[in-house]
């Protein structure tokens, strides 16, 4: 299983863009990368998911460079609401998935 | 939007006592699990299911936990004697597929066990 690393925390300011990376350098051939938030009190929800170059959705990009080694969530004109807990996990096909500590992301006005 | 439901959305007991979780899964999905969240700390996964079986399951997931799908629709977590560590935030999930690679899980919005 890979192992992630991705910064414990991070602040921001309303409309603002947040880019938090996070590293996964033992990645195999066949896992996938996938992000979720998590705001307090609530279970995790998907945001994001690919495998490599660049995935944008109405949400959130994930950019992925060629060695797969990191991965890039980047979140648009962020505004308060965004403030949670985001997850890097990566993935292979094995019924689980095992989340890290993650980022936490804080918007201010 | 389907969405996975999860009752009680608190419950208190006594250590020692027995407590099931209930979950009702999307309904169109055939992967389910079940992770937990001791407050402050991260997500873990305790157990998944598929076709009335258990596909995987963690270390946490011992003989005092157990899973059952007693009706199309409803997806139990029962502990069976309680210790003061399982109070936590039990999350229920849901998938179509079970590739958690290219797949996508639905969780609950979950069921907070507190243990006295």
């Known amino acids: 299983l890979a192992k992630t690393t991705q910064p414990i925390s991070m602040d921001s300011y309303e409309g603002q863009e947040v880019n938090i990376t996070c590293s996964h350098n033992?990645?195999?051939?066949?896992?996938?990368i996938t992000w979720y938030q998590q705001f307090p009190s609530q279970g995790p929800r998907f945001i994001i998911q690919?495998?490599?170059t660049k995935v944008t959705n109405e949400v959130a990009s994930l950019f992925i460079p060629a060695d797969r080694k990191s991965s890039t969530l980047s979140l648009p004109r962020v505004s308060l609401s965004d403030t949670a807990v985001y997850y890097c996990?990566?993935?292979?096909?094995?019924?689980?998935?095992?989340f890290g500590a993650g980022t936490t992301v804080t918007v201010r006005a | 939007e389907p969405e996975v439901t999860q009752t009680p959305s608190h419950q208190v007991t006594q250590m020692g006592q027995e407590v099931i979780l209930h979950c009702v899964p999307i309904?169109?999905?055939?992967?389910f699990y079940w992770y937990r969240q001791i407050l402050g700390q991260k997500v873990e996964f305790l157990v998944s299911?598929?076709?009335?079986?258990?596909?995987?399951k963690s270390e946490i997931f011992d003989d005092q936990f157990s899973v059952e799908r007693p009706d199309g629709s409803n997806f139990t977590l029962k502990i069976r004697s309680t210790k003061l560590e399982d109070s936590a935030m039990y999350f229920c999930?849901?998938?179509?597929?079970?590739?958690?690679?290219?797949?996508?899980?639905?969780f609950g919005e979950g069921s907070r066990l507190t243990v006295l």
């Open positions: 999930a849901s998938s179509v597929s079970g590739n958690t690679a290219t797949g996508e899980l639905f």
């Open positions: 033992n990645i195999a051939t066949n896992d996938y």
């Open positions: 690919g495998y490599k």
């Open positions: 996990l990566v993935a292979s096909n094995d019924y689980k998935l095992s």
């Open positions: 309904s169109n999905h055939l992967y």
């Open positions: 299911f598929y076709n009335n079986e258990i596909s995987e």
